[in-house]
């Protein structure tokens, strides 16, 4: 075949793949982006519905408490000496139950079911000093919430208030030196113990139950199997997938200090909007039901996980700042320090406060009245969620924070003017989970494969075009200067026949040009001896 037709085939077929690459890639993110939301909308028959109704991903807590280690001496007014000790591993059962939809599939809705199961074969492999059966001393909770009730709930009657002190100075004289600090087994400070000022409080209407407990096994929220929780299923807008509507029947949390704040929004921080890859750095919203608050989450990096490409969010730290650094907190009532949310109002009067971890990135002066045994580490302590960035799933996470609660000298019941004020580390709790590798295959296999798939024809119908365009110009290059080369060749031959020709005809001149001589010499010499 002529290299003139080579050259025409293949920049007619260049030009046809790029043409068709360029064109059709608008088309195919088109598709590539319907696929998704149409995978990820939460809508009966689905996987999608069957992994949102029963997380598939294991979750599990990590709880670690802190053990007051010279009782005596604290409650003489020395700083609490703390040793942290842990963690005890629980699985987290979550189930959604009842759900039911909308019409218009707009709306999901259910009723939150949750169970924690203890594993003691995980417990075991991370803890080694402790079991279930240790006993430990902590503060004496009860005790800081009547100081609490008596100071700064003014919903009690100051009669009801004379009760409590005559209570507390009664229970005064039976404690002897420990009167600030309690003991039990480790089971029995999270899942509950009997108390006498528990019971006192309970039977005054001013606590939900006789027994003392740091922990729950089921949801902490009283409405959580009466009133249901209503979300964004994605089907009308994929934007506002899983976003709360109503949590267990309420649109706000009722306890800060302004409308704003209230606002219950976000997720429940398991699914979030997907394409994340064309706006990473947006902010995305959970609803932490333990913060009785909405917290916003940025883009940190972008970081992977089991070779899955994910973007990593963290909490900023302005969020837990107090109102002096942040006036917008002066409704999450931050008057103190930073790196702390004040719960007092949320959780009925006690005096709780939460901050992440061993008080990482919180004011340094709340380590200046207690001793800690261990020192805050950012990787170790920090809260993240680590998301895929084209579905929207988190991946790997980890959800830490600490509750402490606060000591503070009281007006009334004397009792407390020995105790050395601080702000005491009662529970730590890591709630993390992780994609498992079945998972990982299905979604490569599912979701991110044909989306792979996708991208790499693209590009080699564009290479392909590009070569095949780029071959055309060669071949047209060199037809090109072949013509020249063969012009010149014939230029030259033209050059080299004149020079030959006129060679020899000079030399046809030369040689005539003798004989001439050569006949007027003879005559002249004919001439010479010619007679007289």
Not at 362 to 378: C, E, F, G, K, Q
Request: net charge negative.
């Amino acid at each position: 075949m002529p290299k003139e037709y080579v050259r025409l085939v293949f920049l007619i077929f260049g030009s046809a793949l790029i043409t068709l690459a360029v064109v059709g890639k608008t088309p195919l993110k088109n598709f590539i982006d319907d696929m998704i939301r149409q995978q990820i909308t939460i809508k009966p028959g689905t996987a999608t519905y069957d992994n949102w109704q029963i997380p598939p991903v294991p979750v599990y807590d990590d709880i670690y408490l802190f053990n007051i280690t010279n009782p005596a001496e604290f409650n003489n007014g020395s700083k609490a000496m703390l040793d942290m000790v842990g963690p005890f591993v629980y699985r987290k059962n979550e189930h959604k139950l009842q759900a039911n939809f909308t019409g218009d599939l707009k709306f999901a809705s259910y009723f939150d079911g949750m169970i924690f199961v203890f594993d003691p074969e995980e417990t075991r492999k991370a803890n080694k000093e402790t079991t279930l059966n240790s006993t430990i001393f902590i503060p004496n909770l009860p005790l800081l919430t009547v100081a609490s009730q008596i100071s700064h709930n003014s919903l009690i009657p100051d009669s009801l208030k004379t009760v409590l002190e005559d209570f507390v100075e009664a229970w005064e004289q039976t404690q002897g030196v420990n009167w600030l600090t309690l003991n039990g087994t480790v089971d029995q400070i999270l899942w509950g113990m009997e108390d006498p000022i528990m019971k006192q409080l309970y039977k005054l209407k001013l606590a939900p139950s006789p027994y003392l407990a740091l922990q729950v096994n089921g949801s902490t929220d009283p409405d959580a199997l009466t009133k249901p929780t209503v979300v964004y299923t994605g089907y009308t807008d994929i934007s506002k997938v899983d976003q709360y509507y109503f949590y267990h029947g309420k649109k706000s949390s009722g306890c800060w200090g302004s409308e704003a704040a209230n606002v219950i929004n976000g997720t429940e921080g398991s699914m979030f909007e997907p394409l994340f890859i064309y706006n990473k750095s947006r902010e995305i919203s959970i609803y932490n039901d333990q913060l009785f608050r909405s917290v916003d989450l940025n883009f940190v990096k972008e970081s992977s996980y089991e070779g899955l490409t994910c973007y990593q969010y963290k909490i900023p730290e302005w969020a837990l700042e107090s109102m002096e650094n942040n006036p917008t907190n002066e409704a999450y009532y931050a008057y103190i320090y930073s790196g702390m949310l004040n719960l007092t109002q949320c959780a009925q009067n006690v005096p709780l406060y939460v901050t992440k971890a061993l008080f990482l990135d919180a004011d340094p002066r709340l380590l200046d009245n207690i001793t800690l045994s261990v020192v805050a580490n950012a990787s170790l302590h920090d809260t993240y969620l680590c998301i895929e960035p084209y579905t929207g799933a988190v991946i790997d996470g980890h959800k830490r924070v600490m509750i402490n609660v606060e000591i503070e000298h009281h007006n009334t019941l004397g009792i407390l003017n020995k105790a050395h004020p601080a702000f005491i580390p009662l529970i730590s709790v890591d709630e993390h989970g992780s994609i498992t590798p079945d998972l990982i295959t299905e979604l490569k296999s599912k979701l991110l494969t044909p989306i792979l798939v996708a991208h790499i024809s693209f590009y080699f119908l564009l290479s392909l075009g590009v070569f095949l365009t780029l071959t055309s110009v060669t071949v047209h290059v060199k037809i090109i200067m072949d013509k020249y080369r063969g012009n010149d060749e014939e230029d030259q031959a033209v050059l080299v026949n004149n020079e030959v020709g006129r060679a020899e005809s000079e030399k046809a001149s030369l040689e005539q040009s003798d004989q001439y001589l050569s006949f007027d010499g003879a005559n002249s010499r004919y001439y010479d001896i010619e007679p007289e």
